[in-house]
């Protein structure tokens, strides 16, 4: 059986998908993997630059944009390893985060889904925890006052800026940029909710695991660089402002308006 299958759901980030991949490849160590690309309609020839380059990988080339959630659950339909790891296209692998990464999960058969450690790329922390959103702060932060006073307890318990990213342990919701599921995790709750398009389809899934009695978890021991929102940041603003209101809005809706 497979140890791992990565799934990267990709949009005009040719170069950076690239490096993404060479990165996996270059870390794999002895971690049996298979790796699905799934090409959201790019136009910068990255299923050429795919097939050309890594002819090992799997990829799906997808007539329309179906969204992240969609094009996700195309890859995992297909994967047969034991964990799944959902793995954006502007990240780097670092040194034996694969194999700390497995080894995490087979230590504790209890954690469904686990995240890693993020960086920028000068290697500074990202944050990448978060604690289940909350009407307030999702407020502050659409009507922009998040940017004007960014040290509002509401906020700051939020976007757990009290985490101790130095070890290991558990998390309300780890970042979707690197979001390792348990295969068995999946058989019981399901594929991801497909009309999230983007955003808070990983938020959706953590709080599904946890109410399922699977726990999610950080893992201080191994990293990713993480360059950061360039597949979405093409998109014009007041269209990412809608999206993230709509999916922020379909998550209260199916989860409870809490303030």
């Given at each position: 059986m497979l140890d791992l299958s990565i799934i990267i759901v990709s949009w005009n980030v040719s170069e950076l998908l690239k490096k993404c991949l060479k990165s996996?490849?270059?870390?794999?160590?002895?971690?049996?993997?298979?790796i699905f690309v799934i090409d959201n309609t790019s136009t910068d020839n990255t299923v050429e630059m795919v097939k050309t380059n890594f002819p090992d990988v799997n990829i799906i080339a997808n007539k329309n944009n179906l969204g992240f959630a969609t094009a996700n659950n195309q890859g995992i339909k297909k994967s047969q390893a034991k964990y799944i790891?959902?793995?954006?296209?502007?990240?780097?692998?670092?040194?034996?985060?694969?194999?700390?990464m497995v080894e995490f999960m087979?230590?504790?058969?209890?954690?469904?889904?686990?995240?890693?450690k993020h960086c920028n790329p000068d290697w500074t922390l990202q944050p990448s925890v978060r604690r289940f959103p909350r009407l307030l702060p999702i407020l502050l932060i659409l009507t922009k006052v998040a940017k004007i006073i960014p040290g509002?307890?509401?906020?700051r318990s939020y976007l757990a800026q009290d985490f101790d990213y130095k070890i290991a342990q558990p998390a309300e919701q780890?970042?979707?940029?690197f979001f390792m599921i348990?295969?068995?995790?999946?058989?019981?709750?399901?594929?991801?909710?497909?009309?999230?398009?983007l955003w808070f389809e990983?938020?959706?899934?953590?709080k599904r695991a946890k109410a399922a009695g699977w726990q999610v978890w950080y893992n201080a021991n191994a990293k990713i660089?993480?360059?950061?929102?360039?597949?979405f940041s093409q998109r014009l603003t007041i269209r990412k402002q809608l999206i993230f209101v709509k999916s922020a809005w379909y998550y209260f809706k199916k989860h409870g308006f809490v303030w």
């Open positions: 996996v490849y270059k870390n794999q160590g002895k971690i049996n993997l298979k790891l959902l793995l954006n296209p502007d990240t780097e692998i670092g040194e034996n985060t694969l194999k700390n087979e230590e504790n058969y209890k954690i469904g889904i686990a995240g890693c509002l307890p509401a906020l780890v970042a979707g940029s348990r295969k068995k995790t999946l058989e019981e709750i399901g594929l991801l909710d497909e009309k999230f398009f990983e938020v959706d899934y953590c660089i993480h360059y950061g929102g360039q597949s």
